[in-house]
């Protein structure tokens, strides 16, 4: 029976065979890449949600731990609240009067670290114009 089959027509079957079967892992190998590849995609953009997220919670918007809290009555406004801050000044602040004291204080730190800056008027001792980088004051 094999004495009957063309060597040539033999031959071409198995090359396309083995080229089939090339172009089929090379396929699946493509697949297992791309979908690795999304697969990462979403993780990493899960990643930094859930950093935003803690970040959002555990930390103020200047990037600073919050203090620590508890159960309590706010000093300021005087409403009894679930998390009262307990500052470094010694005042237990409820979250919105929290929020409102660090920013007036963040605004008030700024503003002194500028007047004390002696480049922050932009000019230089001998008169001449300074372009000021205000971070490194
Ligand atoms: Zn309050």
Do not use: H
Not at 18 to 41: D, N
Not at 42 to 54: D, S, V
């Amino acid at each position: 029976m094999l004495a009957q089959v063309d060597e040539k027509t033999l031959a071409m079957n198995i090359a396309l065979l083995i080229g089939g079967l090339v172009l089929l892992g090379a396929f699946f190998l493509f697949t297992v890449a791309a979908i690795t590849a999304i697969k990462c995609a979403l993780w990493i953009r899960r990643c930094r949600k859930a950093e935003r997220e803690f970040l959002a919670k555990y930390r103020r918007a200047d990037g600073r731990q919050y203090p620590p809290f508890m159960e309590g009555i706010c000093t300021q406004c005087g409403k009894g609240n679930n998390k009262v801050y307990f500052t470094a000044t010694g005042e237990e602040l409820c979250p919105p009067c929290y929020e409102r004291s660090w920013r007036s204080e963040a605004r008030q730190g700024a503003g002194r670290a500028a007047s004390r800056c002696p480049r922050s008027k932009g000019q230089r001792n001998d008169g001449r114009r300074l372009i000021v980088n205000p971070r490194r004051c």
